[in-house]
């Protein structure tokens, strides 16, 4: 077809029609993800990335890992791939079996010293969960830290 | 009567689905889309070859176990690595664009799902994946692999009902990451509107600090107000599908200014679906407006010697491409 010098290429009846379809339950699949599934069903799972409600006096936790330095340092340990090669995410996934067996945090010393052969290295480290409650929705004053888990690096 | 206007109601309605879009659109599409998806691999979703170093964590989702996929690996996610890279820069050139179409998409399906089974799922991915397996669904006007051809597929002003679904496809994806987000947050506080009076983003800052998130911890009220503009915005969103010209390219900038907002006191950029909002943009009309002000810029001086005015031309041409604007707009 053409029209004003400008071609115009059209879909046949099938091709509109199963194009209309995939379009169709693809929407269909995205509202079923969002109103029944979980994040498995990726990609057509809920879009839950910050979407539940906070109590106005809800207490946050924000785990880290402490390290102190063969330069006599302390530090916090960049939980991201570059920094000592696990995410933050990860750690607070695992937590629970960090806590039960501590040498565990050895991967994240090993991690540490691998990409960063030229920095001090780590010799104790700590995990720690830090605790901030809320009053009425703000943050009234510092976390209270609390040790989960100490490790003496190998 | 009434049957007939409800089957042209129909017929409309369907027709949404598939608005006549220039090609140049796809091929603009193709050379931004498949160069960003090496950018993704390198800065983005870029733990999966490290997945395959420490399969330790790997825990499959869904789609994943459903075909069967092996265990990452070294040699399987480095094979994906190579594939991907080599796959999106042909496609980013629009030669060979269904082939190697239709290896970069369930080849980087297959790379976000790695990349996303150690437990935490982002939820940033779906334009962009959808867009993945849509762009080769649109045939090119040129076949196979021509070095020079008539044509320049950037240039190519041919509207096509295939074109515009994959086009249409790309924008309801990115206006449901919005929608679904907000119906996501609604179920998330047990159906109701709790959300945005909640102290999320002050959970969500505490947990991410850094200066501009924890200047706001002082002041709640300006997160609330946040808040409730955030969730007002992604309910409303599927009204920009509808929008027109100006007033859509405003709805888009609400949206890329809220992920700035984002990025500013979060940190969370969403990058693989802002640049998805390119979708939105009449990127057909970049080599004709390249061309128009080269012209105009040679023929000015001519004008000038000569002391006259305008062509007549130009008139002519400047209705050809508000008749072309007003078909597409909002495609």
């Known amino acids: 077809m053409c029209n004003g010098g400008v071609t115009s290429i059209r879909l046949g009846r099938v091709g509109k029609a199963v194009r209309v379809f995939v379009a169709l339950a693809g929407i269909g699949l995205l509202i079923n993800g969002s109103v029944h599934a979980t994040d498995d069903a990726w990609p057509f799972g809920p879009m839950s990335q910050y979407a539940g409600a906070v109590a106005d006096d809800a207490s946050i936790t924000y785990t880290r890992i402490s390290a102190q330095t063969d330069a006599g340092t302390t530090v916090d340990v960049p939980l991201n791939i570059e920094g000592a090669g696990v995410a933050r995410a990860e750690i607070e996934a695992r937590t629970g079996e960090i806590v039960a067996d501590p040498s565990l945090l050895q991967a994240v010393a090993d991690g540490w010293a691998r990409k960063h052969p030229d920095q001090p290295k780590y010799v104790k480290l700590e995990l720690i969960r830090d605790t901030t409650t809320l009053v009425k929705g703000r943050v009234e004053g510092p976390p209270r830290p609390e040790v989960l888990a100490t490790w003496q690096v190998r | 009567m009434s049957a007939e206007v409800e089957l042209t109601r129909t017929q409309r309605a369907l027709d949404w689905f598939t608005p006549a879009i220039a090609l140049a659109r796809i091929a603009w599409l193709r050379t931004i889309l498949y160069l960003f998806v090496i950018l993704d691999m390198h800065a983005f979703v870029r733990d999966t070859r490290l997945k395959g170093e ?198 888009a900038l609400f949206f890329i200014g809220f992920h700035v907002a984002n990025t500013a006191i979060l940190l969370i950029h969403f990058l693989p679906t802002v640049v998805c909002w390119l979708a939105f943009a009449p990127l057909e009309r970049i080599v004709p407006w390249f061309r128009k002000r080269w012209s105009s810029g040679s023929s000015d001086r001519a004008d000038s010697a000569a002391g006259s005015g305008s062509d007549p031309g130009e008139a002519e041409h400047q209705a050809e491409e508000a008749r072309q604007a007003k078909e597409q707009a909002g495609a």
Request: proline share 7%; hydrophobic share 50%; charged share 10%.
């Open chain 2, 54 to 251: 420490h399969p330790g964590l790997y825990q499959p989702l869904f789609l994943a176990r459903l075909f069967d996929l092996p265990k990452p690996s070294v040699a399987n996610t480095t094979t994906l690595y190579v594939v991907l890279i080599v796959a999106c820069l042909v496609a980013s050139t629009n030669r060979l664009p269904r082939l190697a179409g239709w290896i970069v998409a369930p080849a980087f399906t297959w790379w976000v799902l790695i990349g996303m089974s150690d437990g935490k799922v982002d939820h940033d991915h779906l334009a962009l994946v959808v867009a993945l397996w849509v762009l080769p669904t649109v045939a090119p006007r040129t076949q196979g692999w021509k070095w020079r051809r008539e044509i320049s597929p950037y240039a190519d002003q041919t509207t096509s009902e295939a074109a515009g679904w994959a086009i249409r496809c790309v924008q309801i994806s990115v206006i449901a990451t919005y929608f679904l987000s907000a119906i996501a947050k609604l179920r998330g506080s047990g159906w109701t509107l709790a959300w945005p009076s909640s102290a999320i983003l002050t959970w969500a800052i505490v947990r991410r600090p850094h200066p501009v998130g924890e200047w706001l911890l002082h002041h709640p009220w300006m997160l609330h107000v946040m808040q409730w503009v955030g969730i007002i915005g992604e309910l409303l969103s599927p009204v920009v599908l509808w929008l027109m010209g100006r007033w859509q390219l405003l709805g």
